[in-house]
């Protein structure tokens, strides 16, 4: 379940629209995301059974590797400014290893390994439940998220978003 909760949180960090959040690139070298495309909730609530409907188009120039390192790293605004998330629980700035068999890859409904091309996702999903006190989750985030490959390192794609999380 903590997986789950963190890898939305990753989603999200991809997934960010261009409206009351903020996205951009930062690089690699298989990875687009069209930030038209984008479909999430602002703010994102995250209130464990609720259900949100999320979606974006991303472009793959190769193949992606059967198995995936993901870092993000996420910082909170305090006052003046931003604190980084540590890791807890596999929650927060952490770095997952994301293989084919994973759940989350299953549940998405994502043929792996991913080939080049155009993909396309829209799914409704139901927020986990994220054991974290509602004053320490809800505010602005800063995030950026690294995908490389798990094999030799090659970052495949990357993105940063400014979010608002409400609880």
Same mark, same amino acid.
């Given at each position: 379940?903590?997986?789950?909760a963190?890898?939305f ?7 960010t ?6 996205f ?6 298989a ?8 479909r ?7 209130r ?6 999320i979606?974006g ?6 193949d992606?590797p059967? &198995?995936?390192?993901v ?15 540590p ?5 927060g ?11 989350i890859?299953?549940?998405l409904g994502?043929k792996?390994p991913?080939?080049a091309?155009?993909h ?9 439940n994220i ?6 989750a809800s505010?602005q985030y800063?995030? &950026?998220?690294?995908? &490389?490959?798990?094999?030799?390192g ?14």
């Amino acid at each position: 379940m903590i997986l789950k909760a963190a890898l939305f949180v990753a989603m999200v960090m991809v997934a960010t629209p261009a409206t009351g959040h903020s996205f951009s690139d930062c690089g690699g070298s298989a990875i687009k995301v069209e930030l038209g495309s984008i479909r999430l909730p602002d703010p994102i609530v995250l209130r464990a059974g609720r259900q949100e409907s999320i979606g974006g188009k991303a472009s793959l120039k190769k193949d992606l590797p059967d &198995r995936l390192k993901v870092k993000l790293k996420v910082e909170k605004k305090i006052l003046w400014g931003y604190v980084t998330v540590p890791c807890v629980n596999e929650l927060g700035s952490c770095t997952y290893d994301i293989a084919c068999n994973n759940p989350i890859v299953t549940q998405l409904g994502i043929k792996c390994p991913v080939k080049a091309g155009d993909h396309c996702l829209n799914k409704v999903i139901t927020i986990p439940n994220i054991s974290i006190p509602s004053f320490l989750a809800s505010g602005q985030y800063k995030m &950026r998220m690294e995908v &490389r490959s798990y094999y030799s390192g090659e970052m495949l794609g990357c993105g940063q978003a400014q979010l608002a999380i409400s609880t």
